[in-house]
């Protein structure tokens, strides 16, 4: 019988990526509720330093792949390589990061394994032995909950959203053949053209400055990067200002951009029009500063200026910069 | 070159989304249906490697009969023909049962290369390109905000997490489109008319030999969290109200 709880962890360049933490804790959760183990697949090369990590965050048992050819992630090789030690082992419950990578190969195992896989799911819980997952739709238009009625359940887990916790406990290591056949490696990256932002994605940042419109050219961005540098937050824009060639196509917030749930969210002359509310309204916090009290962003605001951003922004900065030095 | 787009009908991105009191579902009464954004850019991207490499483009959707007009909208653009999944029994089919059904319908006609979207702005799944390419047995690139094809293989940038990535993939494959690939043309009036009379072919379930059975079951629909009413910070001093929402921020919110 299909059994434990079992996430695909994520390195990037000998690192584990905070998701991987965060898939942890939120698989600990459940193991705890259906009385198992926890259980973390990590693929790549070179990694077998940080495999015991996984152990501090509360993971059973580590299954290791270490082989050159899992390194940089391919969708083949991974979906081979996870496809492999899942058949051994039979997990009820495969949790993945709603991340770039997370969700290339979610998909694809899925189709693999045919079996169901919620994406970027906000909350996962136990109700009659199963993990009903919820996740939201229209890009949080709405919520679903859905439950896979094959094994493994599989959902992939929004990034910020989960609680990673430290535990005193140490995972054991279980190195396993990936089985790679050189046959089906079909496709390679070639290139990799790093961002030297320095700066967190959208969908991982835990602060957001979003400007729209209202920043009346790309310059104006200046005093959003300013305060963004001071908060250690990135820095997203509406429709509007991407379309507008202000800012790169990447910072797009919205149902046809990046759906974000940041801790704070600080939307700076964005009217907040339903394409883009609908991206960013399940922020824990969202500050507005709009010059029209009208605007519909206020009506997700928890905090709202109604004045010139041109004003409120620079003295936003000069008051976090007396705080956080 | 036979390239494939497959296009998803789905609400206009304007559409206020009510859940029915039963919370078994959307209510549909209102609500204007459109062409997923992203498979806009799939679409575009088969016309242009069709004007550059000659062949033709076959697009595929799965839906009810209303369907047929995103299907029109797509020959309206340059398409040649279209395939029409229709039958009650899928109707708000899974990404697996989707997918099943669209693997079965593509692999009746030639294909070197499928276009998919990256994520159909309804359901937000963003499954149903992989597992298409997995069911076909061929190779995948997701999230593509830039093509180049060459010969046998293709060259595809893909953005994620502080990176850009350019992998290299043989053909057929199946590309996912995400906004920055191109700027989707719009339907011409001649396109229009003639899109009325290019051919499209309507199966079912049973034609296509595909099964109907879920993977995932919707337990229910729920609105989203109502957020507690806001808090506006007033005055006439930008300064003053500057200090007082760093001050929310660090002592209430505890975000800062
Ligand atoms: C299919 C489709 C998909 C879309 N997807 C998205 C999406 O994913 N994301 C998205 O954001 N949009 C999306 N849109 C666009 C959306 O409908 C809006 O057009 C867009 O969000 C507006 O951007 P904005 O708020 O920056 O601009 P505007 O609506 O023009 O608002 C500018 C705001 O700035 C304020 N302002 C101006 N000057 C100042 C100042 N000096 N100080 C303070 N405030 C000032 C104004 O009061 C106004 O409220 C989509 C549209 C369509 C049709
Ligand atoms: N019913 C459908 N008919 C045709 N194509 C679909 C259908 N559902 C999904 N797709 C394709 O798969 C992409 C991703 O959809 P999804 O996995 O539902 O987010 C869409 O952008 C479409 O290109």
């Not at chain 2, 954004?37 to 490697?49: F, I, P």
């Not at chain 2, 690939?181 to 309507?202: F, H, T, W």
Request: hydrophobic residues 45%.
């Amino acid at each position: 019988m299909a059994q434990g709880v079992w996430i695909v962890a994520e390195q990037r360049d000998g690192a584990l990526r905070k998701i991987s933490c965060e898939l942890a804790g939120a698989a600990r959760k459940l193991a705890d509720q259906l009385g198992t183990e926890v259980s973390a697949v990590l693929l790549g090369s070179g990694i077998e330093g940080i495999a015991g990590e996984l152990g501090k965050y509360g993971v059973d048992k580590i299954y290791v792949a270490d082989n050159a050819a899992l390194e940089p992630y391919t969708t083949d090789a991974h979906a081979a390589a996870v496809f492999k030690v899942v058949k051994e082992n039979d997990p009820a419950i495969l949790l993945f990061g709603a991340s770039a990578q997370g969700k290339d190969l979610s998909a694809r195992l899925a189709g693999r394994l045919a079996t169901g896989l919620a994406t970027d799911c906000t909350e996962v819980k136990i109700a009659d032995g199963k993990m009903v997952a919820v996740r939201p739709i229209y890009a949080g238009k709405c919520f679903i909950e859905v439950v896979s009625l094959a094994n493994p359940q599989m959902a992939s887990l929004r990034p910020n959203v989960f609680p990673a916790t430290e535990t005193a406990k140490a995972g054991t290591i279980v190195k396993f053949d990936p089985g790679l056949d050189a046959a089906q490696l079909k496709t390679k990256v070639v290139e990799v053209q790093k961002d030297t932002s320095g700066r967190a994605d959208l969908t991982e940042a835990s602060i957001i400055v979003s400007g729209g419109r209202g920043m009346q050219g790309p310059e104006g961005y200046k005093i959003l990067e300013e305060l963004a540098d001071l908060l250690n937050a990135t820095v997203g824009a509406s429709r509007a200002a991407v379309d507008a060639g202000w800012r790169p196509l990447a910072d797009q917030v919205g149902q046809t951009g990046k759906v974000v749930s940041p801790n704070l969210y600080i939307a700076c002359g964005i009217s907040g029009a339903i394409q883009h509310l609908a991206g960013m309204s399940s922020s824990k916090y969202i500050v507005a500063v709009n010059k029209d009290s009208e605007a519909p962003i206020f009506t997700k605001a928890d905090f709202g200026i109604v004045d010139d951003l041109f004003k409120v922004v620079p003295e936003l900065t000069k008051e976090c910069r007396k705080l956080l030095g | 070159m036979n390239i494939v787009a497959c296009v998803k009908q789905v609400p206009d991105t304007e559409a206020q989304i009510r859940v029915k009191p039963d919370g078994s579902g959307i209510d549909e009464t209102g609500i204007k249906w459109v062409m997923n954004a992203y498979d806009e850019y799939g679409v575009e991207e088969a016309l242009r490697l069709k004007e550059k490499h000659g062949g033709d483009v076959t697009i595929v959707s799965l839906g009810p009969a209303r369907s047929l007009e995103a299907i029109r909208t797509a020959l309206a653009m340059g398409a040649d023909k279209g395939i029409h999944i229709c039958d009650p029994a899928l109707d708000g089919a899974d990404a697996y049962v989707t997918a099943s059904a669209l693997a079965a319908a593509i692999k009746g006609i030639p294909f070197d290369v499928i276009f998919c979207g990256q994520r159909a702005v309804d359901d937000d799944a963003g499954q149903v390109g992989a597992m298409l390419a997995e069911l076909l047995g061929i190779p995948q690139v997701t999230v593509v905000t830039k093509l180049e094809v060459n010969g046998a293989s293709i060259r595809a940038t893909k953005p994620v997490e502080g990176a850009q990535l350019l992998i290299e993939s043989p053909l057929p494959c199946v590309i996912t489109a995400q906004k920055g690939l191109n700027e989707p043309r719009y339907a011409s009036l001649p396109g229009i008319m003639k899109a009325k009379k290019k051919p499209v072919d309507v199966k079912n379930a049973q034609a296509l030999g595909v099964s109907a059975e879920a993977k995932l079951k919707v337990l229910k629909f729920v609105p989203p969290p109502a957020r507690p009413p806001g808090k506006i910070i007033s005055g006439d001093d930008a300064v003053a109200k500057a200090s007082q929402l760093v001050g929310l921020l660090r002592q209430e919110a505890k975000v800062i």
